[in-house]
């Protein structure tokens, strides 16, 4: 059985004051049912880490560098994610993709740095719109998901986010049909690949415009284990209710 996760993904946003959400939500949500894992910017993590300190939320970063340590100005290495209090990268994210040219083999590369540091790597694949609208997601998602995921996966450190890249910050979502096809071809693709055992253990997030008005529908659809969110996850407020619908989708399945 799969545990369910939530995951926020501050992107560009928050200072310390900003922690203060942080720690409604520790105190609201004890993680006994789900998993709970915020991404705030690199330059909260060590706060953060210590304000969760003793609750049952996780920490992570945004992206690392593929290398341990070397000259790379203003990059962050896996290594020092986890020196920093974090346990989770969010890696190959669309926002990435298109600003910093990342590709699936550097997404690759830098998973597998997550993973020799003992992090658990959320590796993102997503369509654009013009790919699907010309009925190539499939297609997409397959070539991302040889490409981004190292031979080094397994369900303990690997979660697969799939994001369609119209969907971000849009208010727009697929319906549950077209997720519940992409996120049971991604789950087959997985199987193929890794086994059954790796296959069915790896948790599959879906992630674009979740709210706490459409997160119930989204987590009934098969193989949806949880979210990652953008927007929704700055504010406990948002982000509580939409944790919630997922510890009720926890408890019913
Ligand atoms: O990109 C996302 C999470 O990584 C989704 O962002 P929104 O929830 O703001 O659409």
Partial sequence: MRRKLAAGNWKMNGTRADLAELE???????????????????????????????????????????AASGAHTGDISAEMLKDAGASAVILGHSERRADHAETSDIVRAKARAAHDAGLLAIICVGESLSKREAQNTLDIIGGQLSSSIPDSATGENT??????????????????????????????????????????????????SVKAGNAAEIFAVSNVDGALVGGASLKADDFSPIIKALEAEAHAS
């Fill in 159 to 208: 979660v697969v986010a799939y994001e369609p890249c119209w969907a971000i910050g849009t208010g727009l979502t697929p319906t549950p049909d077209q997720i519940g096809d992409v996120h049971d071809f991604i789950r087959t693709r997985l199987e193929k690949r890794f086994g059954a055992g790796i296959g069915r253990s790896v948790r599959l997030l879906y992630g674009g």
């Fill in 24 to 66: 409604a939500l520790c105190t609201a949500h004890d993680g006994a049912d789900v998993d709970l894992l915020i991404c705030p910017p690199f330059t909260l993590i060590t706060a953060a880490a210590q304000l969760c300190d003793g609750h049952d939320m996780r920490i992570g970063g945004q992206d690392c560098h593929m």
